[in-house]
């Protein structure tokens, strides 16, 4: 499991709420992209930097109510999206990002591109740090 970079849209909803007591949406979805990493000209991958001004992922592939939502510590929360055998056949894998109901994104992360085999169930877990 991964810490994921908190968007700083999400800290200026956070912020908004803090100051005039607006709702804020529950996390619900995980969102799964091919673009968190660049081929490079002799074959290898690297995993893009983490940019806390994003709020999309760069490809988006599927979206996903959640498969799991935890609370380790006081001070975080851990969510668990999950890619089933059926989900994605084929497909490289190298993004991920939690959504809130409204589908806005409150963070993500990048990762070595895995590519999805048809016999595979994947579980990514993200951990949003406050």
Same mark, same amino acid.
């Given at each position: 499991?991964?810490?994921?970079?908190?968007?700083?849209?999400?800290?200026?909803?956070?912020?908004?709420?803090?100051?005039?007591?607006?709702?804020?949406?529950?996390?619900?979805?995980?969102a799964?992209?091919?673009?968190?990493?660049?081929?490079?000209?002799?074959?290898?991958?690297?995993?893009?930097?983490?940019? !806390?001004?994003?709020?999309t992922?760069? /490809?988006? +592939?599927?979206?996903?109510?959640? $498969?799991g939502?935890?609370? =380790?510590?006081?001070?975080?929360?851990?969510?668990?999206?999950?890619?089933?055998?059926?989900?994605?056949?084929?497909?490289?894998?190298?993004?991920? !990002?939690?959504?809130?109901?409204?589908? /806005?994104? +409150?963070?993500?992360?990048?990762? $070595?591109?895995?590519?999805? =085999?048809?016999?595979?169930?994947?579980?990514?877990?993200?951990?949003?740090?406050?």
């Open positions: 499991m991964s810490e994921a970079t908190t968007t700083n849209s999400f800290r200026t909803r956070l912020a908004s709420h803090m100051f005039n007591d607006t709702t804020l949406p529950p996390v619900a979805y995980m799964f992209g091919d673009g968190g990493h660049t081929l490079q000209p002799d074959g290898t991958s690297v995993v893009k930097a983490a940019d !806390a001004n994003r709020t992922l760069y /490809n988006e +592939l599927l979206r996903k109510s959640l $498969a939502l935890i609370q =380790e510590d006081s001070l975080s929360l851990t969510a668990t999206g999950r890619i089933e055998n059926t989900d994605l056949i084929g497909q490289t894998i190298s993004e991920a !990002a939690l959504l809130d109901s409204d589908f /806005n994104m +409150l963070g993500f992360r990048n990762f $070595a591109p895995k590519v999805k =085999e048809a016999d595979e169930t994947y579980d990514i877990k993200i951990k949003l740090k406050f």
